[in-house]
Nanobody, 119 residues
Framework: QVHIVESGGGLVHPGGSLRLSCAAS????????MNWYRQPPGQERALIAD???????NYDASVKGRFTASRDNVEKTTYLQMNDLKPEDTAVYYC?????????????WGQGTQVTVSS
């Protein structure tokens, strides 16, 4: 069974930083992609960044230049370094992992972690 555990959320002042972690376990294939989504209050969940096991990254325009995704392939863990946080970054952040299982791509979600940016 695949488990996704997120951590690192919290309350931060505008301009501050946080680092989120997403640790995946339960699959052995070394090819995967981890996707970071966020869901602000009253809005839909949206993709903001992703990183592959090969290190390729993509960012939504709203976070590009402020957020950086990195990975630890051995631990199947990714990190989302969030700098210069703004009140509009307030949201529940979710990690979603695409992985290969029995020859097919599947995905699994973390439980989400709250990020609140407020003075």
């Amino acid at each position: 069974q695949v488990h996704i555990v997120e951590s690192g959320g919290g309350l931060v002042h505008p301009g501050g930083s946080l680092r989120l972690s997403c640790a995946a376990s339960g699959f052995t294939n070394d090819t995967w992609r981890m996707n970071w989504y966020r869901q602000p209050p009253g809005q839909e969940r949206a993709l903001i960044a992703d990183i592959t096991s090969g290190g390729r990254t993509n960012y939504d325009a709203s976070v590009k230049g402020r957020f950086t995704a990195s990975r630890d392939n051995v631990e199947k863990t990714t990190y989302l370094q969030m700098n210069d946080l703004k009140p509009e970054d307030t949201a529940v952040y979710y990690c979603n992992v695409d992985y290969v299982w029995e020859g097919m791509w599947r995905d699994s979600w973390g439980q989400g972690t709250q990020v609140t940016v407020s003075s």
